[in-house]
């Protein structure tokens, strides 16, 4: 019984965590692409631009390492041949807040750079942003040695 328990918990924490591996919607580096030409920014537009982005730079860089630690963790307690349940559900918590840091991080910084831009910038922003594609499906596990996660 306490096998199958652990295998149910290892299988839905493994689901859970793949589908955290996903970029947030809607959110791309525009301000480190050609598309900025495009949009017509004015001088003083790219002056403020990168002092956002700068501003943001060390902090994107520390939850990132911070995420980037969470998923080794994970990933470390995961492929113990003894898996500590509680143990690994304190890891994916871990994994789960510095991603949510990430992303707010990420998301106060678009917000300020989107403050930076007219409707039709935004607009026309909108327009050239690459398409999404489409989120990953969880896989069925199949039988076999246990996949290295991340």
């Given at each position: 019984?306490?096998?199958m328990?652990?295998?149910?918990s290892?299988?839905?924490?493994?689901?859970?965590?793949?589908l955290?591996?996903?970029?947030?919607?809607?959110f791309?580096?525009w301000w480190?692409?050609?598309m900025?030409?495009?949009?017509?920014?004015?001088e003083?537009?790219?002056?403020?631009?990168?002092?956002?982005?700068?501003e943001?730079?060390?902090?994107l860089?520390?939850?990132r390492?911070?995420?980037?630690?969470?998923?080794?963790?994970?990933?470390?307690?995961?492929?113990?041949d003894?898996?500590?349940?509680r143990?690994?559900?304190?890891?994916?918590d871990?994994?789960?807040a510095?991603?949510g840091?990430m992303?707010?991080?990420?998301?106060?910084m678009s917000?300020?750079?989107?403050t930076?831009l007219?409707p039709?910038?935004?607009?026309?922003?909108?327009?050239?942003?690459?398409?999404?594609q489409?989120r990953?499906q969880?896989?069925q596990?199949?039988q076999g040695?246990?996949?290295?996660m991340?």
């Amino acid at each position: 019984m306490t096998t199958m328990f652990r295998s149910l918990s290892l299988m839905l924490t493994l689901a859970a965590v793949s589908l955290l591996a996903q970029p947030p919607r809607g959110f791309f580096p525009w301000w480190d692409s050609p598309m900025v030409r495009d949009i017509n920014l004015t001088e003083d537009q790219r002056r403020q631009v990168q002092e956002v982005v700068r501003e943001y730079r060390g902090k994107l860089i520390d939850t990132r390492a911070a995420v980037e630690k969470a998923e080794g963790d994970v990933d470390d307690l995961f492929n113990e041949d003894q898996l500590d349940v509680r143990r690994a559900g304190d890891a994916v918590d871990r994994l789960v807040a510095s991603r949510g840091e990430m992303t707010r991080a990420f998301a106060q910084m678009s917000l300020k750079l989107r403050t930076l831009l007219t409707p039709e910038q935004w607009r026309e922003l909108r327009r050239r942003q690459p398409q999404e594609q489409p989120r990953a499906q969880p896989q069925q596990r199949q039988q076999g040695p246990r996949p290295r996660m991340m």
